[in-house]
């Protein structure tokens, strides 16, 4: 699937000529994504005026998250707005294990960013989804995440295993 990442520049034309052709370009299967979430003019009328599928909240709000309550609080609520219009987020600029940790903590679980998977010891996908299925308190094991353990060859016990170790 294709998707299509815009910044509140780009749409400072028209509002409803850019809504009507996103339209026609998510019939054809394109997704959209708000990027720089929080840090425009208008944020909240292209979230009712538009048809998106995702927010992405900035990196200036991540930079802070560890140490400003008040960020951390934009964020949760940030999360919440886009879980009650059906919209998906993702952090950008996550650096440290610190940032994403924050993030997780409001309900935040994808992110992109130069924290090295690897070297700290994170699975990010496969844990970002099994975090998801813990905070929400699921009682079926998602095939989202069964999909995601076979296609990275982690098997559900690891996953389990990482869950309790974060």
Not at 22 to 49: C, I, N, P, Q, W
Not at 51 to 65: C, H
Not at 137 to 162: D, G, M, N, Q
Request: charged share 25%; glycine share 6%.
């Amino acid at each position: 699937m294709l998707k299509l990442e815009l910044t509140e520049s780009l749409l400072v034309a028209e509002i409803g000529d850019t809504a009507a052709k996103m339209k026609v370009l998510r019939a054809l299967g394109v997704s959209f994504s708000l990027d720089d979430f929080g840090t425009g003019h208008s944020s909240l009328v292209y979230l009712r005026e538009l048809p998106l599928d995702q927010l992405k909240i900035d990196q200036s709000f991540v930079r802070d998250i560890v140490t400003s309550d008040t960020t951390a609080a934009i964020i949760r609520s940030t999360v919440g707005l886009a879980r009650s219009l059906g919209l998906a987020n993702i952090a950008q600029g996550v650096e440290t294990i610190e940032q994403r940790e924050s993030l997780v903590r409001c309900g935040c679980y994808d992110y992109q960013g130069y924290l090295d998977d690897i070297d700290s010891g994170y699975k990010s996908q496969p844990l970002n989804i099994a975090l998801r299925w813990r905070t929400e308190k699921a009682t079926v094991f998602p095939t989202e995440l069964r999909r995601t353990l076979i296609s990275h060859a982690y098997s559900r016990t690891a996953c389990i295993k990482a869950l309790i170790q974060h």
